[in-house]
T-cell receptor, first 113, second 107 residues
Framework: EPEVTQTPSHQVTQMGQEVILRCVPI?????FYWYRQILGQKVEFLVS????????KSEIFDDQFSVERPDGSNFTLKIRSTKLEDSAMYFC???????????FGEGSRLTVL | KNEVEQSPQNLTAQEGEFITINCSYS?????LHWLQQHPGGGIVSLFM???GKKKHGRLIATINIQEKHSSLHITASHPRDSAVYIC?????????FGEGTQLTVNP
């Protein structure tokens, strides 16, 4: 069964460091998403991506965040200068069409010290 | 502003009981998703609905577009159903998540 894979599964970093989280969506999917979940809180939408550009982004997705699909398979989330409050589980998801079934990765846990 | 409200927040049931989790949303949607989040954190999509009703095994999801309401039902609940169930509305390319319902099914 096709799956979305995310790396790393857990990353610990110092405040102010850059972090790149990687996702490999399902190969024929066209729409990609990043979400995050701070411990004990609900899942929050960060950004959606289609046709090599951002479709929509939330208020959380400020200038410290960027997304890229550098090589047609990976979909990355970069946090330029991490803050303590960026500590969360980050989920990538993909779907084959605009309102299609979502397929989630297992998540990348980011801990900022 | 899109709002998604779920009830109850927490639900404890005995094995075999019929479970209902409710979701209300505030704006017109493209689709409504029900997700299951396991204790380890992984998220699985259960249903994607734009109208009517869907069934998969012991799970049934319904949606009433006019009332902006959806329900997730679990028949003959089992301890392995214990998880957080999340309602998500899809409007455009943005998804808005509910707070989730923590379900615990005791043997």
């Amino acid at each position: 069964e096709p799956e979305v894979t995310q790396t790393p599964s857990h990353q610990v970093t110092q405040m102010g460091q850059e972090v790149i989280l990687r996702c490999v969506p399902i190969s024929n999917h066209l729409y990609f998403y990043w979400y995050r979940q701070i411990l004990g809180q609900k899942v929050e939408f960060l950004v959606s991506f289609y046709n090599n550009e951002i479709s929509e982004k939330s208020e959380i997705f400020d200038d410290q965040f960027s997304v890229e699909r550098p090589d047609g398979s990976n979909f990355t989330l970069k946090i330029r200068s991490t803050k303590l409050e960026d500590s969360a589980m980050y989920f990538c998801a993909s779907t084959g069409r605009f309102t299609g079934e979502l397929f989630f990765g297992e998540g990348s846990r980011l801990t900022v010290l | 502003k899109n709002e998604v409200e779920q009830s109850p927040q927490n639900l404890t049931a005995q094995e075999g009981e019929f479970i209902t989790i409710n979701c209300s949303y505030s704006v017109g949607i493209s689709a409504l998703h029900w997700l299951q989040q396991h204790p380890g954190g992984g998220i699985v999509s259960l249903f994607m609905l734009s109208s009517g009703k869907k069934k998969h095994g012991r799970l049934i999801a319904t949606i009433n577009i006019q009332e902006k309401h959806s329900s997730l039902h679990i028949t003959a609940s089992h301890p392995r159903d214990s998880a957080v169930y999340i309602c998500v509305e899809s409007s455009g390319s943005r998804l808005t998540f509910g707070e989730g319902t923590q379900l615990t099914v005791n043997p």
